[in-house]
């Protein structure tokens, strides 16, 4: 079995998993490689996601391990294989690697919550904005790589029309004032993101929320929170966009703390009604 050079978050994800499910039995890798058969370094390669592993393997760990979340079970088997050439592999060895990660995390999910405070969500930027928001990136991009970065923006934007013929990807985005506000791009660009922000807040899966200047208090810390909800609530991942990249969370207290932060700013948030009047009026004022 060949050894992977470099699994993504994904198959990262399945290794993890796996682990815990070994953990939660009280058994061993050396006792779980017993009962598969094989020995200690085989199993700690496949929760290291060094080597692939099987649909029919991930059956029988699960068996092995005395695992009844038949629901668990097929999700964790639909992670196996080798990574599938998603349309982000075209961009392997053009961006960091996180972000390949991040658009198959979105690609996955089967509903997205985004929370962002001085940006327009990128699932929802126009060309322009894009373009303008990516010139600023510290170091400066080239020219030829800021294309690449635009490009590969606007092709995540798929999943919320139904990509490959999937259906649209749920998507809920909380968004403060400040980011409508920013005007990115001078005001003919700003104007076009605004009317398309209202547009796509039309769509029956898209839910946008503004939080508004004058809502006394909000939780945040300050960067963008993605939720991208899994098959199941222990595949459930968050996101976070950082100066040094994406960090990817999936332990069971990170994701109970982000759902608890992301109610909380959903609440301070206008209804989605009032947040596209928001929108309107201030695209009215620039």
Not at 2 to 27: D, I
Not at 102 to 126: D, N, S, W
Not at 142 to 153: I, K, T
């Amino acid at each position: 079995m060949p050894v992977r050079n470099a699994p993504t978050a994904r198959q990262l994800r399945l290794g993890a998993e796996l682990r815990k499910l070994r953990e939660r039995a009280g058994l061993t890798s050396t006792e779980a490689g017993r009962l598969l058969g094989t020995n200690q370094a085989q199993i700690s390669n496949i929760e290291a996601s060094r080597f692939g592993v099987s649909a029919e393997r991930v059956r029988t760990l699960a068996r092995n391990y005395d695992c009844s979340d038949l629901d668990l079970i097929e999700a964790l088997v639909g992670m196996t294989g080798e990574r599938k050439r998603g349309w982000w592999e075209e961009y392997r060895e053009i961006l960091p690697l996180g972000l390949l990660d991040l658009a198959e995390m979105e690609h996955h999910a089967k509903a997205l919550r985004v929370a962002v405070v001085i940006h327009v969500p990128g699932l929802l930027q126009t060309l322009d904005h894009a373009r303008a928001s990516l010139r600023e990136a510290v170091p400066p991009l080239r020219p030829h790589a800021l294309e690449h970065h635009v490009s590969y923006r606007m092709k995540r934007q798929a999943i919320l029309y139904g990509d490959h013929g999937d259906r649209p990807t749920p998507y809920t985005t909380i968004v403060h004032e400040a980011a409508l506000r920013m005007g990115v791009g001078g005001r003919d660009v700003a104007r076009r993101q605004l009317a398309h922000l209202i547009e796509m807040s039309e769509h029956e899966n898209v839910e946008v929320r503004v939080i508004p200047f004058g809502a006394w208090a909000f939780v945040s810390s300050g960067q963008s929170i993605t939720y991208a909800t899994g098959p199941v609530p222990l595949l459930d991942t968050v996101e976070l966009d950082t100066a040094h990249g994406c960090e990817f969370l999936d332990a069971e207290a990170q994701l109970a703390k982000y759902r608890v932060v992301l109610d909380r700013m959903s609440s301070g948030g206008l209804t989605p009604e009032k947040s596209r009047d928001l929108i309107h009026s201030i695209a009215q004022s620039l």
